[in-house]
């Protein structure tokens, strides 16, 4: 049944992930080519283009959504450009479906790409001395790696995990991802591959650490009296869920790092990013236990298992249960990440909240091909990114 505040997704659509050194606006343009081509409609119908910004890029990059649409020849639709970090594709499609619910576009393309560096990326934007990130940046010299490292050995010492684990997470990414014609590491791998991997940063090993690549996605939203005029097919955005963190609690069950408030407000009930997913289901009128996948942000392997906690597909301390049981494998109860996720595709910064929409929409129509989840009908899509930006998106059917 179709719900006031859905949106459609007519038309999805992508650029293979890789390390191919050309241009991100050469990336967005194949993808928004392909998802236009998805949902049968052309260029001159788009009413609104919303590009994710790419701030490695240079001017182009800050201003995306212009960038883009030159690209495909100016055709008089507005524009609109957003960063958020990791999140940023999710708050186009945000701004992509307020406009339609506000009745002021009936056909909006969102598309995010990126062109990255090799190796770390570096901090940008200058000082950020109320961003916990930027200070762990500065005052620890923790790099990402470094970072994850830490966390990867705090879930160690408090649910037990062991670096056999994380490597079957890395195992279990790797067969999905090697069925995915987008992802950019298409081979399988076994434990001992991973576990005899170089050390990155202890635990974490090459294997368990994300890439930077290139890549882009695209999407169509359409909105419910368009979708049916046209007959699109049933899949919608349930919710989209953008909220920041409430002090004292400013980085995901981390001890308290910056707050004048933290002395006088009571510690929040639940983590960031548990109130990212559960305000998006909240919003969508559903609850963890209605979830047939997900799409998660795996920076590392370790960092998987925690979102399978803080999304609510299991209790505190029971994600390597549900991994080892196969629960979030292919074929299993809710597989999560059944794209190949971050493990196999890389980070393409502003592409890779709308890619994980892209993979709900496949895997809900029935399109996903040999890694298609049966009978998918709800799936979500978390993101974490700096600044204390994150994103949650519930896509189900109607």
Known sequence: MSRLDSVAVAGVGMHPWGAWGKS?????????????????????????????????????????????????????????????????????????RAHILAGLADVVLVVGADTTPKGFFAPVGGDRPDDPDWLRFRL???????????YARRRMALRGSTEADFAAVKVK?????S?????????????????????VSDPLRLLQICATSDGAAAVVLTSEDYARRVNKDAVRIRAVSAVTPTYPRTVPDFPYLASDSMATTPPATRTFRESLAHTAYEAAGIGPEDVDLAEVYDLTTAMELDWYEEIGLCAP???????????????????????????????????QAIAQVCELAWQLRGDAGARQVEGARVG????QGLFGHGSAIVVGRA
Not at 140 to 150: H, R
Not at 173 to 177: F, I
Not at 380 to 383: D, G, L, R, S, T
Request: charge should be negative; glycine fraction near 14%.
């Open 24 to 96: 991100f606006v050469e990336y967005g343009t194949v993808a928004a080519r392909a998802a236009l081509a998805d949902a049968g409609l052309g260029w001159r119908d788009v009413q609104l283009v919303v590009g994710g910004e790419t701030i490695r890029n240079g001017y182009p990059g800050f201003v995306a959504g212009s960038a883009l649409s030159q690209a495909l020849g100016w055709q008089g639709a507005p524009v609109a450009s957003c960063y958020a970090a990791c999140a940023t594709g999710a708050q186009a499609l945000a701004t992509a």
């Open 140 to 150: 620890l010299g923790a790099t990402n790696p470094a970072y994850f490292g830490l």
């Open 173 to 177: 990414n790797a067969r999905a991802g």
């Open 179 to 199: 069925l995915n014609p987008n992802a950019r590491f298409r081979a399988e791998v076994d434990a001992e591959t991973v576990l005899n991997s170089p050390m």
């Open 317 to 351: 301390g029971e994600a390597e249960k549900l991994l080892h049981e196969g629960a979030t494998a292919l074929g299993g109860r809710v597989p999560v990440n059944p794209s190949g996720g971050l493990s196999s595709f890389g980070e393409a910064i502003p592409a």
């Open 380 to 383: 979500v899509a978390v993101n």
